[in-house]
């Protein structure tokens, strides 16, 4: 059975730096898609970025690229999200999804999801 658990969210001040942490287990990370994705209150969840043997590194919305960064450690099974410069209006709920070979910026085309982690940015 396929798990994902997210962990690393928080309280951080404007222009600070999270690492979001992805656990998977009961697929094989190097094949699979991970995406991580952000609802914030009264929005529409939302891609954020992906990391696939197929696509390599996307990023989706232009307002975190140059700001978080998407690795792999496969001997973990995790994946990261590494952000910095951290705005308010990053502030979210943050969840990893996996949905096979290829990646994608539609929420409702993944098939395993995490519960999430908070992340707010205020001073």
């Known amino acids: 059975q396929v798990q994902l658990v997210e962990s690393g969210g928080g309280l951080v001040q404007p222009g600070g730096s999270l690492r979001l942490s992805c656990a998977a287990s009961g697929l094989i990370l190097e094949n699979s898609a991970i995406g991580w994705f952000r609802q914030a209150p009264g929005k529409e969840r939302e891609g954020v970025s992906c990391i696939s043997k197929r696509d390599g590194l996307l990023y989706w919305p232009d307002s975190v690229k140059g700001r978080f960064t998407i690795s792999r450690d496969s001997a973990k099974s995790t994946v990261y999200l590494q952000m910095d410069s951290l705005k308010p209006e990053d502030t979210a709920v943050y969840y990893c999804?996996?949905?096979?070979?290829?990646?994608?910026?539609?929420?409702?085309?993944?098939?395993?999801w995490g519960k999430g982690t908070q992340v707010t940015v205020s001073s």
């Open positions: 999804a996996t949905r096979g070979w290829y990646c994608s910026d539609s929420p409702r085309s993944y098939d395993y």
